[in-house]
T-cell receptor, first 110, second 113 residues
Framework: QQPVQSPQAVILREGEDAVINCSSS?????VHWYRQKHGEAPVFLMI?????EQKGHEKISASFNEKKQQSSLYLTASQLSYSGTYFC???????????FGRGTSLIVHP | KAGVTQTPRYLIKTRGQQVTLSCSPI?????VSWYQQTPGQGLQFLFE???????NKGNFPGRFSGRQFSNSRSEMNVSTLELGDSALYLC????????????FGPGTRLTVL
């Protein structure tokens, strides 16, 4: 079953923050986050494993709440380069068979 | 280090035909995963190969198949093409487990007429 991402779209100005959520109705083993720019391939951002720590680099970080079966991606002080569609991919564990959300479109204006 | 390459980049076929897509992973990467991306269904996992063995498979009909060679290069085959198979087909490679950091290729845009 496909995870649900919210919001579907976000429009920001440079320097503003955003949070993108990814929720599943089933228990999760891991959550992956990707960013895809128009006409380009997805770029892996990070993976969060059950029982693992919150991850992040520079101004993009993510958390994984196992009890709520939800992950959140935090983008702070957004830059123009952050524009794109963000996908979460979830796995139930046992084997690598990911299911992806429909994506969140993020637009950062100057 | 060269990235993941996919050939061809664009392909036009007619219903009923078959097609083979190729993916060359990053040197040293042993896992190759294939995905289908469409506006209607989004990104969907097809299968993953590791050391020439299909390790995991998504929910696609048997018309979709693949293989991996000893040099980790992978091919994906779709037989008896349907209009709904029109999509961007992406492959991604990773060092070992398919659930690690993945590097995507540019994709093959398949159009079925």
């Amino acid at each position: 079953q496909q995870p649900v991402q919210s919001p579907q779209a976000v429009i920001l100005r440079e320097g503003e923050d955003a949070v993108i959520n990814c929720s599943s109705s089933k228990a999760l083993y891991s959550v992956h986050w990707y960013r895809q720019k128009h006409g380009e391939a997805p770029v892996f951002l990070m993976i969060l494993l059950k029982g693992g720590e919150q991850k992040g680099h520079e101004k993009i970080s993510a958390s994984f709440n196992e009890k709520k079966q939800q992950s959140s991606l935090y983008l702070t002080a957004s830059q123009l380069s952050y524009s794109g569609t963000y996908f979460c991919g979830t796995e139930k564990g046992g084997s690598y068979i990911p299911t992806f959300g429909r994506g969140t479109s993020l637009i950062v204006h100057p | 280090k060269a990235g993941v390459t996919q050939t061809p980049r664009y392909l036009i076929k007619t219903r009923g035909q078959q097609v083979t897509l190729s993916c060359s992973p990053i040197s040293g990467h042993r896992s190759v995963s294939w995905y289908q991306q469409t506006p209607g269904q989004g990104l969907q996992f097809l299968f993953e190969y590791f050391s020439e063995t299909q390790r995991n498979k998504g929910n696609f009909p048997g018309r979709f198949s693949g293989r991996q060679f000893s040099n980790s290069r992978s091919e994906m085959n779709v037989s008896t093409l349907e209009l709904g198979d029109s999509a961007l087909y992406l492959c991604a490679s990773s060092l070992g487990q398919g659930d690690g950091e993945q590097f995507f290729g540019p994709g093959t845009r398949l159009t079925v007429l």
